[in-house]
């Protein structure tokens, strides 16, 4: 998985990179026009167009029959029962595709979430950072230290909290530039990165924790925790960051899709692909 | 409970119930202002006012004697000028600020005190009114089950007559600022920059309803004192469940008070919490602020109001104490109207974050409570103070025309709470404490040096710069029971005397038989025929005879405590006031000696059982006496040519800067040479 993840990160970072310092408007567009190219190209290769476009010529055909025959109930009846199978044929034929669509497309979404999903510390803002640990770890009685690289400065004791096995603790960014949390617990150590300031498009990597194949899918910014430790995951509580549309907040996710699908449908003529 | 205690959480409570139901029929959809950007004309002159409320000319005197307050010697040894300013009658900052705004006394503006009475009354509660703001509710709705569904937008309305002077100089084409001026809660109609000030509610509709943790048993009365909620929790392994209230409902026919949950983790053995509120995680050492957090109510599905609120962890163990303050309306999103244009709030909240938006945010209710001590107060008042500062450089730092007017709160808040601690014969005086805090009013008056200091470091050769209070202050050491007073000298009579000192809000007042009563912080009234429900007494000489006969027993009393007059002068409305609007007009108006208030009780329709009480609380300062004792200040970098200005000719001074003629309802003049 960590090399799926690198290769993804490094696509979407060469993609997002010459963005960095503008609107975060222009690198969403840009992964979005990118992406759903991609798609169009994989949606042709692996979709039966013969079976969509036939789908949809039938969908149209008994649309049309319902027009012309609205004053008979049993034509009316058979024509939505035509529709319906056409729909369920259009379906199945969509099916393979989107399996194979599924997992890079998540992969990517993934790798956007560290570019738009939370925004880096500002110097001098405060957040926590939160350790999961083991069922079995008890983080009264397990030793925990933290200490923080240049530029960061833990400012409040931990908070243990068996219920939740979580310690948390505040820490202050007081100047811009990357910064490292290391977590001793017993002789091991444990390294997470804090992003503090930087361009308004900044790669901001929340969580890093170790466990499930599907957990480094999801949270691919980076390396997974050692296997047999008490410490399940790493936890920065970045501030949550969204797109601006004339002063309304967008969710980073709403924009991509609304783009994503805007570009799709704009390029599926020069493509040729029936969707 | 004692007396002394449930006197001042009724006043509270009125204050509470009255704006509860602006903001509650508010949230069903206040009237909004247009966002526009006001289109400018460029003056030649410019003006700066700093508003420092109840900043005295008696204190200034003498500490600039001392040599203290560069800035104001400064000034004075420049060309500036410093006069006493004439209050208001009666000298509260509703009425002060109102004859201010509008150039008029309370015979134009209407706004007699902060509690006005309803003499139509038919039930104990409706009788007192707030005397700023009223709420219309939506004219039409329609219930489904057990939904009300607005079919219009409900209004808040300012009760204030006559034109402010930013209205005025609109007209005229000059623009304005005015930050946070008191008496303008919701804003009146204007295209100039205005964010509401003082009367301006919290988000439950309240004076400001802080909400107090503990698992330790408070003795005081906290919901029915109006400023604040004691909830009682238990820690249970280290974790506290509790909710935090919010606004009423509207939309439900219940009317249900709106809850969020929230979780407090204690560590074991460390002196931090963290608390989880709707998803926002966040850590506090003991006796420590959280800075601004953001919580939304949810009304239904598709109807949420938001609010923001600081947290302080006051203690961990052995007893836990968690307090949070009133939840103020959201700057970015403003549940009632609190500036114009509406864009206004907004943009300040854009470059600032969330800030203070109720009228007076530092918490004295806390302070007078004892859930929050002497330091903690002045830590919050600090922010507040500091926010202030930081917003005043702000407006100064994009102000290049027109009219800019910035208030202050702080030195009013301060000096109620902390006069006891510079008066070694203040009831509520404390050795202690005064060699820690005695300096404290001193202290607010230099923070006000140095706001100065940024206006006139702004200011250009065409810049007038005026610094102006709305009264003086003065010891509050001993409470007059008006209502009590008229009970002993035969003119109120009670239906069940032996519940005397039970009685509020009149409920056990014999209308019949009553000739006067006393409601409100300076207000006697006549139980008139035809004007009261229940009047008794005939307009024409009957009253008027009454109402001399009433001042003058007023005026005569003596506090056998200390030999002194606790009324210097009983005003006879009709003959002080000008202007139309004296429907809501006392008919005797009182003006205290120093040292001397209503009492905590009597506003409201209270009966207490001695006429004359010493004042224990920390609400030691205040401002309710005779307006020639109690003047305000006025400093400016121009010579003021009249010896005592009152506060309504300094609106025409403001208009007169910019050519622009006074209208013929303002009673002032210009002052400056």
């Not at chain 2, 209050?87 to 109102?98: E, F, G, M, R, Y």
């Not at chain 2, 219940?254 to 931090?272: G, H, I, K, S, Y």
């Not at chain 2, 005043?392 to 994009?398: D, F, I, P």
């Not at chain 2, 025929?529 to 027993?553: M, P, T």
Request: aromatic fraction near 10%; include cysteine; charge should be positive.
């Amino acid at each position: 998985m960590g090399i799926v993840n690198l290769v993804f990160g490094w696509v979407v970072d060469i993609i997002l990179l010459p963005f960095q310092g503008a609107s975060p408007w222009f690198g969403m567009a840009a992964v979005s026009l990118l992406t759903s190219l991609l798609m169009l190209e994989v949606y042709k290769l692996t979709s039966n167009q013969a079976a969509i476009r036939r789908a949809k010529d039938r969908i149209k055909a008994h649309l049309l029959e319902l027009r012309l025959f609205k004053d008979s109930m049993r034509v009316t009846l058979r024509a939505q029962a035509a529709i319906l199978k056409a729909n369920l044929s259009y379906l199945a034929a969509n099916l393979k595709p989107l399996l194979v669509m599924i997992v890079p497309l998540v992969l990517i979404l993934a790798q956007l979430s560290l570019w738009f999903d939370r925004a880096p510390l500002g110097p001098g803002e405060e957040t926590l950072v939160k350790v999961g640990l083991e069922e079995k770890a008890d983080p009264v009685s397990l030793p925990m230290e933290l200490e923080t690289s240049p530029g960061l400065e833990i400012t409040s004791p931990a908070v243990r909290i068996p219920d939740e096995h979580e310690v948390a603790w505040r820490f202050k960014a007081t100047a811009a530039g990357p910064g490292r949390l290391t977590l001793r617990v017993g002789g091991l150590i444990l390294v997470k990165s804090v992003a503090v300031g930087g361009k308004p498009l900044t790669k901001v990597s929340s969580l890093a924790s170790r466990g499930s194949l599907w957990k480094q899918a999801l949270y691919p910014g980076e390396r997974a925790l050692p296997a047999g430790t008490p410490v399940r995951s790493i936890e920065i509580l970045y501030p949550a960051k969204s797109l601006s549309v004339f002063g309304h907040r967008v969710h980073w996710l709403v924009a991509y899709l609304i783009l994503s699908i805007a570009f799709g449908f704009a390029f599926k003529g020069v493509f040729k692909v029936e969707i | 409970m004692s007396n002394q205690k449930r006197a001042s959480l009724s006043r509270r409570e009125f204050m509470k119930a009255g704006i509860a139901a602006s903001a509650a029929l508010g949230l069903g959809g206040a009237a909004r202002f247009t966002p526009k950007v006001y289109g400018r004309a460029r003056a030649a002159k410019k003006m700066i006012i700093l508003g420092m409320d109840g900043m005295d000319h008696g204190l200034m005197t003498g500490w600039l004697a001392e040599g203290r307050f560069p800035t104001f010697r400064k000034l004075l040894r420049e060309g500036g000028d410093f006069r006493p300013l004439r209050t208001s009658l009666p000298p509260q900052s509703p009425v002060a600020w109102s004859n201010f705004i509008t150039g008029m006394d309370p015979g134009g503006h209407a706004i007699f005190d902060f509690i006005h009475r309803n003499p139509k009354a038919t039930d104990p509660v409706s009788f007192f009114t707030f005397s700023a703001a009223e709420s219309l509710g939506a004219k039409k709705t329609i219930r489904i089950g057990k939904t009300i569904i607005p079919l219009s937008g409900g209004e808040v309305r300012n009760l204030r007559k006559g034109k402010a002077f930013w209205q005025v100089l609109e007209e005229a084409g000059v623009p304005a600022t005015v930050f946070k001026i008191p008496s303008n809660y919701p804003p009146v109609p204007s295209r100039q920059r205005t964010l509401s000030g003082m009367n301006t509610p919290d988000l439950k509709g309240s004076y400001g309803i802080f909400n107090y943790y503990t698992n330790e048993t408070m003795a005081v009365i906290q919901e029915a004192g109006g400023g604040g909620r004691v909830h009682d929790i238990f820690v249970v392994g280290n974790r506290v469940e509790a909710v935090l209230p919010g606004p009423t409902n509207s939309f439900r026919t219940d009317a249900p008070e709106t809850m969020v949950p929230f979780q407090v983790f204690l560590d074991p053995a460390n002196a931090a919490a963290k608390i989880v509120l709707q998803g926002q995680e966040f850590i506090l050492k003991e006796k420590e602020w959280s800075g601004w957090k953001r919580v939304h109510f949810n009304l239904i599905p598709t109807q949420s109001v938001s609010g923001i609120c600081l947290f302080y962890l006051k203690e961990v163990r052995p007893k836990f104490k968690l307090y949070i303050s009133p939840v103020h309306i959201d700057p970015a999103r403003p549940a009632l109207p609190i500036s114009t244009p509406e864009s206004y709030a907004k943009e300040l909240e854009r470059h600032f974050g969330p800030f203070f938006t109720k009228g007076l945010p530092a918490d004295t209710s806390a302070l007078v409570n004892g859930v929050l001590d002497e330091e903690e107060f002045l830590e919050l008042d600090d922010m507040v103070l500091e926010e202030s500062m930081a917003m005043l450089e702000y407006e100064l730092a994009r102000f290049d025309e027109g009219l800019l007017f910035y208030y202050f709160s702080s030195t009013d808040q301060r000096q109620h709470m902390f006069w006891r601690l510079t008066d070694p014969t203040h009831p509520a005086y404390d050795a202690k404490l005064a060699a820690r805090y005695g300096g404290v009013i001193a202290g607010i008056y230099g923070e006000m040096d140095k706001a100065l200091d940024m206006a006139l470091r702004k200011a250009d050769k065409d810049t007038v710069v005026i610094v102006m209070s709305d009264h003086g202050f003065n010891a509050f050491r001993r409470g007059f029971n008006l209502n009590t007073w008229l009970l002993q000298a035969g003119y109120h009579r009670l239906s069940k005397p032996w519940k005397q000192a039970e009685s509020a809000f009149f409920d056990n007042t014999d209308w019949s038989k009553t000739r006067a009563y006393g409601a409100g912080l300076n207000g006697l009234y006549i139980n008139e025929r035809g004007r009261e429900r229940d009047g008794l007494v005939a307009a024409g000489a009957d009253k008027d005879n009454l109402v001399r006969e009433i001042a003058q027993k007023l005026e005569a009393l003596t506090d056998p405590k200390t030999g002194e007059r606790a009324i210097l002068k009983a005003f006879v409305a009709k003959d002080v006031y000008r202007g139309p609007n004296l429907e809501m007009a006392p008919d005797i108006v009182l003006g205290f000696n120093r040292g001397y208030r209503i009492s905590w009780q009597s506003p409201l329709g209270g009966f207490p059982k001695e006429v004359l009480e010493d004042n224990t609380q920390k609400w030691s300062g205040d401002h309710m006496s005779s307006p020639e004792v109690l003047p305000g200040i006025v400093i400016a970098n121009r010579k003021i040519a009249a010896e005592a200005p009152a506060l309504y000719d300094l609106t025409v001074t403001a208009l007169n800067i910019f050519g622009v003629e006074k209208p013929k309802e303002m009673i002032g003049e210009n002052v400056l040479e």
